[in-house]
């Protein structure tokens, strides 16, 4: 793996454009998923272990084998193999209600996810006990593969030709979707400033630019080019985290 990796990014500064400042991000060999926010950063690796980045080391995750984590201010977040869901308390995992392949921990007093079925649903943190338990999750709309919320609202992506949607929410309270055209996403991420990024099915990394909150949906999607095909995008403080489809990971300034 460290010499695939050192490959790549020798491929990276030979000339391949490339408009962004990205290195290559402390070593977590085969990485497969990266989330950042509030200033911590989590990933997982393809054999489904899960990661907490302090300082500039990776430290394992309390036991479970994770399908997908998150960090964010609702805290860190889980879904193992099975398909159940976790919140990191006190150091170790609280088993939550309900089934997700995919959990977001970026909602300002919310937990979003989405299941097998592709049922979005949404979990206030107000709910959540100290004992782990919570009253329970909300279907807030069918269709959706990924489901991912920040300041200015949450964005989803859909089953149907992986179509990109918008919505305004506040504490699970879903105003309305709104299509958002012009690409075909496979994952999309907001970070807690309310900026958007995502995946395209061909590996590319999309901006969604002119977001504030008097357009919430922003203008354009501009493209960040980089220099090899990737799986998965963060984005947190001013440094965007990205997985290549080789299991490498890097950060980039913005």
């Known amino acids: 793996m460290q010499t695939i990796a050192a490959f790549m990014l020798v491929l990276c500064h030979l000339g391949i454009s490339q408009a962004l400042n990205c290195t290559e991000a402390p070593r977590l060999s085969y990485a497969t998923q990266v989330d950042a926010g509030l200033g911590q950063v989590v990933a997982r690796n393809r054999y489904n272990w899960g990661y907490l980045l302090m300082r500039s080391s990776w430290y394992s995750l309390p036991y479970i084998r994770i399908r997908h984590v998150s960090v964010g201010h609702a805290g ?18 609280q088993r939550a209600p309900g089934f997700l392949k995919q959990v977001d921990a970026g909602g300002n007093v919310f937990a979003v996810g989405v299941s097998s079925q592709s049922n979005a649903s949404c979990l206030s943190t107000g709910s959540i006990l100290f004992s782990g338990r919570t009253d329970g999750w909300t279907q807030v709309r069918s269709g959706l593969t990924y489901y991912s919320c920040g300041l200015y609202g949450c ?43 995502g995946v395209t099915l061909s590996g590319e990394v999309y901006e969604r630019t002119g977001i504030d909150s008097a357009r919430r949906q922003g203008l354009r999607w501009t493209q960040h080019p980089m220099c090899m095909s990737m799986v998965h995008v963060s984005y947190d403080l001013g ?11 890097m950060q980039c300034t913005i």
């Open 155 to 197: 964005w989803g992506v859909g089953t149907r030709e992986q179509y990109v949607l918008y919505s305004l929410a506040h504490n699970c309270t879903m105003s309305g979707w709104t299509h958002v055209p012009g690409l075909s996403l496979k994952m999309v991420e907001v970070g807690s400033d309310g900026r958007v990024f």
């Open 239 to 249: 440094r965007l985290w990205v997985v290549s489809t080789s299991g490498l990971m």
């Open 76 to 93: 860190i977040w889980a879904v193992d193999t099975s398909f159940r869901v976790y919140q990191l308390q006190g150091g170790s995992w």
